[in-house]
């Protein structure tokens, strides 16, 4: 007992004279803070009138069924968005397998054994049959929170993949927004295509019924007819694009055999809404820049696994330093030369392991780890960077695509009179038809034109949307500050 507690007494020291012998690193700071690169303030005065904050949901905002329909579809059949789910589950699943490394871990052993020998004493053949069943028991004791750091640097990769997965959810959400704004854009243009294919085919059979009288000549009805195909060709390449947008749409749902899909596909297009259903909601209050750091998912996975690779560093410097760890086992030994009478066996003990020569594998993973998180850091700020860069930019747009519709639709008003004057100076006998064949062609244009900037204001109010978090908060995947 006395050489006992001297063993006990002795611990201490052999772990300090163990510990004298590790050279551990010392922890260097990560890169400057993304911190500094968030502005005081929006470079546009565009937010000042702005309305609510975003909300969870914002695609309703667009009073748009259909497109309600297909984002909700595409939120839970969307592949991206099925993987990102998987992958939670992943680190769910790791964290589980990295946290038992710091509980006791217990197994049962029950080797046996039969052999048949000769008996030096007696001559005669023995047989010896034994049974051993042993209960083992070990602890690692996480003096220097290795295991700890490992545990956390787990678990904030588990929040990491949450917030992950929500951000793959706005994206799909944003795109499957931004398909729909395009096919219904499709198809107005074509809407208004097909109608200047009928007026000009009526145009074309006036044309030619006073061409054979003699009343004009034939090169007004040659205009007219190449005009015609030239609106026709229009119609054909906004036909294929209409249905190129109507199967890009449904792949974003699960693909162009997934029943569902086909039956939202064929209600959308035989509304032939155009961009008519759609309202264009008011532009959402960007806040303060600092607070864009709190609502956006991908903004919080990057400052996560920085955090992440915060512990796992922690967790290789500890490797430089003994591990310490207890185990016992308890069994009974039965023979049959006993009568199978049980022997009590059991053993109790602890070993101290300090690494002292590796060839620089330890040196190797701590500057490996050290690396990563640097890497870690720069990632982050380069989220932080592009995010406030797409609030600027869907800001800007903002403004500047409301100019250029508004100058737009005054555009078209004009032409629109134009037009009435070309046919009144025609049927008149003051001019030709090539007259009103230009006012035609100029409204044609700016029509067109017009739906395609009230597609790009629609799309722009998605980009906003998405850039400023969606309605996500960071109380949805606790992050902590790395």
């Not at 297909?70 to 992943?90: C, F, I, K, P």
Request: charged residues 20%; hydrophobic residues 45%.
């Amino acid at each position: 007992m006395k050489n006992a507690f001297h063993t006990v007494r002795a611990l201490p020291l052999a772990l300090a004279l163990l510990m004298a012998g590790c050279s551990v690193p010392s922890l260097t700071r990560a890169p400057d803070s993304a911190q500094s690169a968030v502005p005081v303030s929006w470079s546009t005065d565009q937010a000042a009138g702005a309305a609510d904050a975003v909300q969870a949901g914002w695609w309703q905002a667009f009073g748009d069924a259909q497109l309600s329909r297909w984002v909700e579809l595409a939120l839970a059949r969307n592949n991206d968005v099925l993987t990102a789910v998987s992958r939670v589950e992943e680190a769910r699943a790791n964290l589980e397998v990295t946290g038992s490394a710091a509980a006791p871990q217990l197994s049962l052993s029950a080797p046996g054994s039969a052999n048949r020998s000769l008996s030096a004493r007696t001559g005669q053949m023995v047989h010896v049959r034994s049974a051993q069943p042993v209960l083992q028991a070990s602890w690692e004791l996480d003096l220097w929170d290795r295991l700890g750091s490992l545990s956390r640097a787990a678990d904030r990769r588990l929040q990491a993949s949450q917030a992950d997965r929500d951000a793959v959810r706005l994206t799909v959400a944003a795109t499957v927004a931004q398909a729909y704004i395009a096919l219904r854009s499709l198809q107005a243009q074509l809407a208004v295509a097909e109608n200047t294919v009928k007026s000009r085919e009526d145009a074309v059979r006036l044309l030619t019924d006073q061409v054979r009288v003699g009343y004009i000549s034939q090169l007004q009805q040659s205009q007219a007819l190449a005009e015609l195909e030239s609106v026709r060709q229009s119609v054909q390449q906004l036909s294929l694009a209409l249905q190129r947008q109507r199967i890009a749409l449904m792949q974003l749902v699960g693909g162009s055999g997934d029943d569902q899909a086909q039956a939202l596909a064929r209600t959308t297009l035989s509304a032939h809404a155009g961009l008519e259903s759609m309202s264009l909601p008011a532009m959402p209050a960007p806040g303060l820049p600092s607070s864009l750091l709190e609502r956006r998912p991908d903004i919080a996975r990057a400052q996560l696994l920085l955090a992440a690779s915060d512990s796992n560093l922690a967790a290789q410097r500890a490797a430089f330093l003994p591990q310490v760890s207890l185990s016992a086992n308890f069994g009974s030994l039965f023979i049959n030369a006993l009568d199978y009478n049980p022997a009590r066996v059991w053993s109790l003990g602890g070993s101290i392991l300090a690494p002292l020569f590796n060839g620089g594998r330890l040196q190797g993973q701590f500057d490996a780890a050290s690396a990563q998180r640097d890497q870690a850091a720069y990632a982050y700020r380069g989220v932080v960077i592009k995010a406030f860069g797409d609030v600027e930019t869907a800001l800007v747009s903002s403004q500047q695509l409301q100019a250029q519709w508004e100058h737009a639709k005054e555009r078209e008003k004009v032409l629109g009179r134009t037009l009435g004057f070309a046919k009144d100076r025609y049927e008149a006998g003051y001019a030709s038809y090539l007259e009103e064949l230009d006012a035609q062609r100029n409204l044609f244009a700016v029509q067109q034109e017009v739906l395609r900037l009230r597609q790009s204001q629609l799309e722009n109010a998605v980009a906003l949307y998405q850039a400023l978090g969606g309605g996500w908060q960071l109380a949805d995947t606790a992050a902590p500050q790395p």
